[in-house]
Structure formats: structure tokens, C-alpha cells
């Protein structure tokens, strides 16, 4: 949903995070495995592709560059590489291919943390909901990571940054092992719900948003609707399979989160509409000194609100998009009256 957004300097500093952690041989890092023989011969005879991916062909000793570079797939190049070896169903081969990919080990290292320091995701970018550093460990609070193209079909990926996908525990358990590969969802390193792709309020009775402040008993529904032709899919999947609009909606009774989000939100629409209405008001009245306060503080709270909720800001705040599109559609009917 949201854009994790990655600068050079960051590029460069996982690269080296990955080299580092590549060569650690206190941590039997991905180097060591693959320079024992019985897992350069299982990969040379089994696959032959990885194995060109990830040796020097004339010493046929693993090639550093090389592994760092396969570490580093663009999502593009990680299709490429699904393309050519596709699901892996058989179980041994599967268990070898964690074993060398081991991802267990590698979430358990410095090098992941700093990695996921670089990527510098506080919100998760599947939900926008809830922040993603909810696991404690011994050393400290960790977050949850999604294998956007699970290691359960693709194990020759579980290494792969770009793979990797810091999230809540909530995303990370309700996309599982969805096969991103046929089934895609928004892929957070390149893509965005953005503006053509938004949440709205559908008041049951119709009505305007603006009766919510009168009618306490109106009943709202969040829903998405998505403008994109080619972008609707992926985002349908995503709200079915995270359930976004239903945890929204309360409709998912699984205890994700104390109090409700319906309440929430309604409160929300609420303060919104109140300086709209507020606004409205004054526009008719006559100015007076005690109208001109007011007004200053409505044209405060609105500007501040759209500081807080502007498109740089959504990746920041819990539920920053959503009320960012429900601010708008209030505006909008504001203008409209
Ligand atoms: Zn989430």
C-alpha cells in the first residue's frame, strides 16, 4: 500500500552490510555454505543455473560479487529467476535449498537488523496500520519480515532483499505463503496504492458525510476503490487476503486490536466535518473579532491536518493514508454543499 522508498546511500550501505555478512565465518555466512562440497556438487548437478549465478565459472569457487548481485535483485530479476526454476515442490530439495538459503540464521544476525535499519520502514507498508517492530527478542525490539514471494515455494529466494518485506505480524501471518508469483499484491519496493487508489466511506442509509455529525446512529463502512485497470487486481487481492477494509470495518473478530476502528474512525470524520461545518458557519456570519479567532484556528487545525496527512507523511503515521482519503472525500463534499 505504502512506498517503501530506498536512496543510494542506503542501497550502499545494505550492499555492505551483505558483503560483511557474507563472509562472517563466526556466523557461517552464505559463503561458507556454499564453498562445502557437498553443496557446490548439489547445485552444479541439481541447479545449474543458480549455480552460474553464484560461481566463478573458470575456479568454480562461489564468487562474491556475484552472490552480493543475487542478493540484490530488482523485482524484475526475481520473477526472471521464478520463471526459469519455478515452484519447488519436492520436499528435500526444498529443505537443501533452506539449508543454504538459511533465512532462520540470517534474521538472527546483526545484518539483518542493520539492513532493516537502512530500509527504514516504521509503518507496514502492506496495511498502513500498525507499526512494524511488534516482535521483542533478546536484543531488542525486532519486526516481522514477509517473503513477498514466500520461501516455502521460492526457498532460492529467502535471502533476497528485495524479497524481503518488513511487515506487522497480523500481514505476515494472513499473506502466508500467498503466491505473490500468481497471485501478486502490491509490491511495496515499487509500487504504491497512491492517489488513484483510495479508501472512501459508504454511509449505508446514503446521506452525506456531514450527517455523521448530526446522526450518531449512521453506520460507516470503509471500502477502497481503485482506478488503475491495471493495478485493481493486485489491490482486491491485497484487500481480501490482509482483510484491510474488514479489520477497518471491525468485521474481523481475531482481537488484532483493543479498541475498535470503526470508533475510531467515526470519531475522526467527526472532527473532520466539525471544521468543515465550522468553517461553513463562518463564511455566512458576520466578521467579528470573536469569528476572526475562530477562523484562525479552523484554517490551523485544517493546515496542519494536511501537513500531517500529506503523501510524504503516509509511510510515518498509522492509518495516515486512510484518513488522508476520508479528509478529502469530506473536503470534497464540503465544496460541493
Ligand atoms: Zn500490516
Known amino acids: 500500500m505504502i512506498k517503501i522508498n530506498l536512496n543510494e546511500e542506503a ?3 545494505i550492499t555492505e552490510f551483505l558483503e560483511k555478512d557474507l563472509r562472517s565465518a563466526r556466523t557461517k555466512g552464505l559463503m561458507c555454505r556454499l564453498k562445502d562440497e557437498k553443496n557446490y556438487t548439489y547445485l552444479q548437478t541439481l541447479y545449474p543455473y543458480l549455480y552460474k549465478k553464484l560461481y566463478d565459472d573458470k575456479s568454480g569457487k562461489p564468487d562474491e ?3 552480493v548481485q543475487y542478493l540484490m535483485l530488482s523485482r524484475k530479476e526475481l520473477m526472471d529467476v521464478i520463471q526459469i526454476l519455478g515452484p519447488v515442490t519436492n520436499n528435500d530439495c526444498s529443505q537443501r535449498l533452506r539449508e543454504i538459503f538459511d533465512y532462520e540464521g540470517f534474521s538472527n544476525r546483526q545484518g539483518l537488523r542493520n539492513i532493516l535499519r537502512e530500509l527504514g520502514v516504521r509503518i507496514c507498508p502492506y496495511c498502513n496500520r500498525i507499526s512494524v517492530y511488534t516482535e521483542k527478542y533478546s536484543h531488542g525490539i525486532k519486526s516481522n519480515v514477509d517473503h513477498y514471494y514466500p520461501r516455502a515455494i521460492y ?3 529467502s535471502l533476497s532483499v528485495f524479497n524481503l518485506v518488513p511487515c506487522c505480524s497480523y500481514c505476515n501471518s494472513h499473506k502466508n505463503d500467498l503466491d505473490c508469483y500468481k497471485e501478486p499484491i502490491i509490491y511495496p519496493y515499487e509500487e504504491e496504492f497512491g492517489t488513484d487508489t483510495f479508501f472512501y466511506i459508504r454511509l449505508k442509509d446514503c446521506g452525506s458525510l456531514f450527517g455523521v455529525l448530526e446522526d450518531k446512529t449512521k453506520d460507516i463502512k470503509v471500502a477502497i476503490k481503485c482506478l488503475n485497470d491495471e493495478k485493481r487486481q493486485k489491490v482486491m487481492q491485497q484487500d481480501s487476503r490482509l482483510r ?10 481475531d482481537g488484532y486490536k483493543e479498541s475498535s476502528y470503526r470508533g475510531d474512525i467515526q470519531k475522526f470524520i467527526k472532527n473532520q466535518s466539525f471544521l468543515y461545518a465550522g468553517r461553513l458557519k463562518l463564511t455566512m456570519a458576520t466578521a467579528d473579532s470573536e469569528n476572526d479567532v475562530f477562523k484562525t484556528f479552523i484554517g490551523e487545525c485544517i493546515e496542519r491536518f494536511e501537513q500531517n496527512y500529506e503523501q510524504s507523511e503516509w509511510g510515518n503515521r ?6 488522508h482519503d476520508i479528509a478529502k472525500q469530506i473536503k470534497e463534499e464540503y465544496n460541493e454543499d
Do not use: W
Request: net charge negative.
Open 244 to 253: 484491510l477494509c474488514a479489520v477497518l470495518n471491525d468485521d474481523d473478530s
Open 65 to 67: 560479487q556475484k552472490i
Open 155 to 157: 526457498p532460492y529466494l
Open 11 to 13: 542501497i550502499k550501505n
Open 318 to 323: 498509522e492509518l495516515a493514508k486512510l484518513y
